[in-house]
């Protein structure tokens, strides 16, 4: 099989990553692009902490691995992941050792402060919401300070998320025949699903 390809789509809270995330698994699936999509943000959520394992990424690779594991079985080499952090530099081992070394495709999503206060406003409801401003305004400087420069920085401000999906499916080259289409077998299935 060929080596997997990860598009990592990363960003500040609120900035769109779960919407976009679906816009260009649909794109995708329209195209008949075969893919898997893992949205991160669920592979480490366990109260407590592991005791040997307090920031929790080792469950995460462990998560990733076999969630990976399953698709691979099933043909597909094509992964798309969401993540706040996934673009950073730092976190390319998690995916060279739970994917073997894949071609990488990172996506940083930007938007604005008052955008995202607006967005996380309206999402977060509970107890949370100051936190998730203040860790969001962090993460927007930390990613934009440490993101590596082949990373393509798409605005999310005021725009559709169709139009932000297309532009995602673009840098990744899936859909203009550069690479194989074929990365899921055919007579398989994900979770009842068709391929795709």
Same mark, same amino acid.
């Not at 400087?141 to 300070?145: E, F, K, M, T």
């Given at each position: 099989m060929e080596n997997a390809e990860v598009l990592l789509i990363g960003g500040r809270s609120g900035v769109g990553k779960t919407s976009v995330g679906l816009e260009v698994a649909a794109r995708l699936r329209a195209a008949d692009i075969g893919h898997a999509l893992i949205e991160g943000d669920l592979l480490d959520l366990v109260h407590p902490a592991p005791r040997d394992d307090p920031d929790r990424s080792r469950i995460t690779e462990r998560n990733l691995a076999a969630l990976w594991a399953n698709?691979?079985?099933?043909?597909?080499? $094509?992964? &798309?992941?969401?993540?706040?952090?996934? &673009? %950073?530099?730092?976190?390319? $081992?998690?995916? +060279?050792?739970?994917?073997?070394?894949? $071609?990488?495709?990172? &996506?940083?999503? +930007?938007?604005t402060d008052a955008t995202v206060e607006q967005r996380l406003t309206a999402r977060e409801q509970g107890s949370e919401l100051e936190q998730q401003l203040r860790r969001s305004e962090f993460m927007a400087?930390? %990613?934009?300070?440490h993101t590596p420069p082949d990373a393509h920085r798409i605005a999310t401000d005021g725009r559709d998320v169709r139009d932000i999906a297309a532009r995602v499916v673009?840098? +990744?080259?899936?859909?203009?025949?550069s690479t194989p289409r074929g990365t899921c077998d055919e007579g398989h299935t994900m979770g009842g699903f068709p391929p795709g």
């Open positions: 698709y691979t079985e099933l043909g597909c080499r $094509r992964l &798309v992941y969401t993540n706040t952090a996934s &673009v %950073l530099g730092s976190e390319e $081992r998690l995916f +060279t050792r739970a994917l073997d070394g894949p $071609r990488i495709i990172r &996506v940083l999503l +930007t938007a400087r930390h %990613l934009s300070a673009a840098a +990744t080259g899936w859909a203009t025949g």
